[in-house]
């Protein structure tokens, strides 16, 4: 998530707190290998221990294809931003191994991902993030926030506003007709 400073807690420094720099990692990378995990938990307790290449592994929280790559030290990849908006995110990548679209962006419900025009499922990564499996060559991957919830209270708008509309014509209509009697 681009996080370049971090914050320790120190007693012996003298206002407590230590900030030390860190190198930050790309928000979009191509990750050639993969480990399982059951859950969330042990995503972050691995994480933690610190003994995994978050450069060049992930951990994936849901099912995910038997065959992982062989994690090759010197395959390359490019994962290359076309556009951005707050809800959709189009990019190119190149890679000449199967592996992994990281975006280290919040994993949350209601995003969607397609890549050349296909869905793809998107798995919880890394405890935080989120990530697309990927096969050798070029690919256009979009990523859209989709949420069931956004059509749902659109569809329920929608039909509130007809209903309004249908009683304030019915009330009108019965207005003129009273006022034709009298």
């Not at 065959?67 to 290359?80: F, G, K, L, R, Y």
């Not at 890394?126 to 697309?132: K, T, V």
């Not at 749902?152 to 019965?174: E, P």
Request: aromatic residues 10%.
């Amino acid at each position: 998530m681009s996080v370049n400073v971090v914050e320790n807690v120190e007693d012996e420094h003298r206002l407590g707190i230590l900030f030390k720099e860190t190198a930050a990692s790309p928000r979009f990378r191509w990750v050639p290998c993969w480990q399982p995990v059951r859950n969330a938990e042990e995503a972050l307790s691995r994480i933690i221990q610190g003994n995994i290449n978050l450069d060049r592994e992930v951990l994936l929280e849901s099912h995910h294809p038997n065959d992982h790559s062989t994690c090759q030290p010197e395959v390359e990849a490019e994962a290359t931003l076309l556009d951005e908006n707050p809800n959709r995110i189009r990019l190119n990548v190149t890679a000449d191994e199967p592996g992994y679209l990281l975006v280290a962006d919040v994993w949350y419900p209601g995003w969607k991902a397609w890549v050349d025009g296909s869905p793809s499922e998107i798995i919880r990564a890394n405890y935080l993030f989120r990530a697309i499996n990927l096969a050798p060559g070029s690919h256009e991957v979009i990523f859209a926030y989709r949420p069931f919830w956004f059509y749902a209270g659109a569809l329920v708008s929608l039909a509130s506003w007809t209903i309004f509309g249908l009683l304030l014509v019915q009330n009108y209509c019965i207005s003129r007709k009273t006022a034709e009697i009298v």
